[in-house]
C-alpha cells in the first residue's frame, strides 16, 4: 500500500483560502467515502479535523471543509488564521489496512 | 472523556523485541464496533499505520510489517498491547494509539504517544 501524495508545502496570508490535495488510487481514496483529514502541531499528537471526506467533527471550524472528486480529496481552510499553520494529513480507509498522506506543511505568511 | 495513553521503554536496542502497552479510558473494547489502532511517526516523518484491534477480537496489520506485528487487548484492564519484534534503527519513532469508533470510522481520539529510540 503505498502512501497518498500530498503537496510538501503550501502557505498562504491571514484571511486567504488554501486547498491542500490528496492523491491516491482507485484501490483507496477512489473506493470509499473514508478519507479523514488530521492536523498536527509541532511536538503534538494528530487531532482529527474532516471524516467520510467532507463532515465535520463537533468542536472544528466551519473553515475547514473537505471534498473528493474521483481518486482525490482536499482540503480547504478558509480565512486562514495563524494557529492553522501546523502539518495536516489525510487518511484513507483501504480495505482493512489503512493509508497515510506524505503530509503537508501549511504555513500562514 | 476519551482518553488513551501510550506507555514503553524509551529505548530499545537492534534485533529486540519492543512492547508497547495503550492504556485507555472512557470506552470498552467490549462494546460492539470499538477498535483501537497503532500508528507511528519517525521524526520528521509522516504517519505510518500498523495495525487494528477490533471488539470482536479481528486483527488487521500494515502489509510490509505484518511479519514483526502482534496487536493484544486486555478487556478487563482496557489495555491493547503491540509487540514489535526485529527492532532496527529505521523503527525509530514516535507511537501512537487511536481510539476508531467502528470499521471506517476514523483514528479520534489519539494518545499523547510516545518515543521510541532503537540504538545499541
Known amino acids: 500500500q503505498s502512501a497518498l501524495t500530498q503537496p510538501a508545502s503550501v502557505s498562504g496570508s491571514p484571511g486567504q483560502s488554501i486547498t491542500i490535495s490528496c492523491t491516491g488510487t482507485?484501490?483507496?481514496?477512489?473506493?470509499?467515502?473514508?478519507v479523514s483529514w488530521y492536523q498536527q502541531h509541532p511536538g503534538k499528537a494528530p487531532k482529527l479535523m474532516i471524516y467520510?471526506?467532507?463532515k465535520r467533527p463537533s468542536g472544528v471550524s466551519n473553515r475547514f471543509s473537505g471534498s473528493k472528486s474521483g481518486n482525490t480529496a482536499s482540503l480547504t481552510i478558509s480565512g486562514l488564521q495563524a494557529e492553522d499553520e501546523a502539518d495536516y494529513y489525510c487518511c484513507s480507509y483501504a480495505g482493512s489496512p489503512y493509508v497515510f498522506g506524505t503530509g503537508t506543511k501549511v504555513t500562514v505568511l | 472523556q476519551v482518553t488513551l495513553r501510550e506507555s514503553g521503554p524509551a529505548l530499545v536496542k537492534p534485533t529486540q523485541t519492543l512492547t508497547l502497552t495503550c492504556t485507555f479510558s472512557g470506552f470498552s473494547l467490549s462494546t460492539s464496533g470499538m477498535c483501537v489502532s497503532w500508528i507511528r511517526q519517525p521524526p520528521g516523518k509522516a504517519l505510518e499505520w500498523l495495525a487494528r484491534?477490533?471488539?470482536?477480537?479481528?486483527?488487521y496489520y500494515s502489509t510490509s510489517l505484518k511479519t514483526r506485528l502482534t496487536i493484544s487487548k486486555d478487556t478487563s484492564k482496557n489495555q491493547v498491547v503491540l509487540t514489535m519484534t526485529n527492532m532496527d534503527p529505521v523503527d525509530t519513532a514516535t507511537y501512537y494509539c487511536?481510539?476508531?469508533?467502528?470499521?471506517?470510522?476514523?483514528?479520534?481520539?489519539w494518545g499523547q504517544g510516545t518515543l521510541v529510540t532503537v540504538s545499541s
Open positions: 467520510e471526506v467532507s
Open positions: 484491534i477490533d471488539w470482536d477480537d479481528d486483527k
Open positions: 482507485s484501490s483507496d481514496v477512489g473506493s470509499y467515502n473514508l
Open positions: 487511536a481510539r476508531i469508533g467502528g470499521k471506517g470510522h476514523p483514528f479520534d481520539p
